[in-house]
């Protein structure tokens, strides 16, 4: 698995953090850091974009964006056609998130959740795949959705 992530300011210690745990626990992930790298101030759009770009037009299979609530970075990942950005606060949404709805980003707070947190959600991200199954009707309404607003874009693919 290819794997992007970033950080703004705020998300920055959290990140140090993931990165560390993909090295040591999910070697198989080919992890690129796209940063930020150091405390200075960087807003969250400038991060999310890029990244979300990267995961849409195929360069990677999935992506962690990380800021103050999560909330911010999400919302900037799912105006890019073809994402699907999901924060995640809980196992379950984590879960979930890639088992039923088959999102390729996924958002982390950083003043929100604690480092052990982090680790639990990103480690149970990174073992889920979209399932199909009864979900695989919802997603495909999903992308239609996206694909109506997108404006011509080139479809998405549902991983």
Not at 10 to 24: A, D
Not at 54 to 62: E, L, Q, T
Not at 83 to 93: E, G, I, S
Not at 109 to 127: H, N
Request: aromatic residues 6%; hydrophobic residues 40%; glycine residues 8%.
């Amino acid at each position: 698995m290819k794997l992007i992530i970033g950080s703004d300011h705020y998300g920055l210690p959290l990140k140090q953090v993931v990165v560390e745990l993909i090295k040591k626990d999910h070697p198989e992930v080919l992890l690129t850091d796209y940063g930020v790298f150091t405390p200075d101030p960087v807003d969250y759009p400038d991060i999310a974009l890029p990244v979300s770009e990267a995961v849409a037009s195929g360069r990677f299979d999935r992506g962690i964006l990380i800021c103050g609530t999560g909330a911010g970075m999400a919302i900037c990942a799912n105006k890019v056609p073809g994402v699907k950005a999901v924060c995640c606060h809980d196992p379950y949404t984590a879960e979930r998130a890639r088992k039923s709805n088959s999102a390729q980003i996924m958002t982390l707070g950083a003043q929100v959740i604690g480092p052990e947190m982090a680790r639990i959600l990103v480690s149970t991200w990174l073992a889920s795949d979209f399932a199909g199954g009864r979900s695989l009707p919802k997603v495909a309404k999903v992308d239609a959705i996206d694909v109506k607003y997108r404006h011509g874009e080139p479809e998405p693919a549902t991983k």
